[in-house]
């Protein structure tokens, strides 16, 4: 019962994390991998919450009318092209070196959201979009990070999206949880064909991240969550820092 009970919990919170900032993996990845799961099976299996919890938001999102369909392909096409390499590549890397790349890259994306605070806080949506082809490269670099492993995921491609596409922050959230869709879809395909996905336990979590994630998307949608989404996001960050530290 306990189990269920944390898979639950850590479903909401990760998907609630996910969709007003990022880096919910922070919290669903060491719950797997406390109950036991083998790294690879926790990586695959997470991806079930993380997809539930897009579909949740991106419809929050979408009767609020927050998000730019027209630009939607130029997103998707980069993201998935990506994420299905870095899925294929996922299972090339052994425990140790996938532990070494996420602590960089949690590193790095405290950095760059610290370096950007001003511009990630004050952007203002601008009249013409920036897709050229240093966005499609980082978008397609983000999306191949995402396949790899989702933890801090989310972060880069909001980071992205806002600094480099040029999208406020309530845009770029929205635009963010429907890339996450095409990306995990295609993640997951790859990792249920190896049979690395616990579906009853990533099921359990799923729940809890629609839940999660519904409740994110509400508070992300409205124009006063700017400060508090670069908040969680720093404070999550650093958490994600300090955890692994410890261990």
């Keep these: 019962m306990t189990r269920y009970f944390l898979l639950l919990l850590g479903g909401v919170a990760s998907g609630f994390i996910n969709t007003l900032a990022s880096s919910g993996s922070a919290i669903s990845l060491p719950i797997f991998l406390f109950l036991g799961f083998p790294p690879h099976v926790a990586n695959a299996t997470n991806r079930l919450g993380v997809l539930t919890a897009a579909c949740a938001s991106t419809v929050v999102f979408a009767r609020q009318r927050k998000i730019d369909w027209t630009h939607v392909p130029h997103v998707l096409a980069p993201t998935v092209t990506g994420a299905v390499l870095g899925a294929l590549l996922a299972d090339k890397l052994s425990d140790r070196d996938l532990r070494t790349v996420i602590i960089l890259a949690v590193v790095m994306s405290l950095i760059l959201v610290l370096i950007g605070t001003k511009r990630f806080l004050g952007a203002a949506p601008q009249e013409h979009r920036r897709f050229g082809p240093p966005q499609m490269v980082l978008l397609f670099l983000v999306g191949g990070w ?3 492993i989702v933890l801090d995921g989310y972060t880069y491609l909001l980071l992205t999206l806002v600094l480099a596409v040029g999208y406020d922050l309530v845009g770029a959230n929205a635009l963010k949880v429907v890339a996450g869709i095409g990306v995990t879809v295609v993640a997951i395909a790859l990792f249920a064909d ?7 336990a990533g099921s359990l ?3 809890g991240a629609m839940a999660g994630g519904w409740l ?5 949608a409205t124009e006063r969550s700017k400060i508090w989404v670069f908040r969680v996001l720093v404070v999550t960050i650093v958490g994600e820092i300090v955890r692994m530290v410890l261990r």
Excluded at 194 to 200: D, F, I, S, T
Excluded at 216 to 220: R, S
Aim: no cysteine; net charge neutral; proline share 0%.
């Design 146 to 148: 995402t396949g790899l």
């Design 216 to 220: 994110g998307a509400k508070l992300a």
């Design 205 to 207: 979590m799923s729940f």
């Design 194 to 200: 190896r049979a690395e996905v616990e579906w009853v």
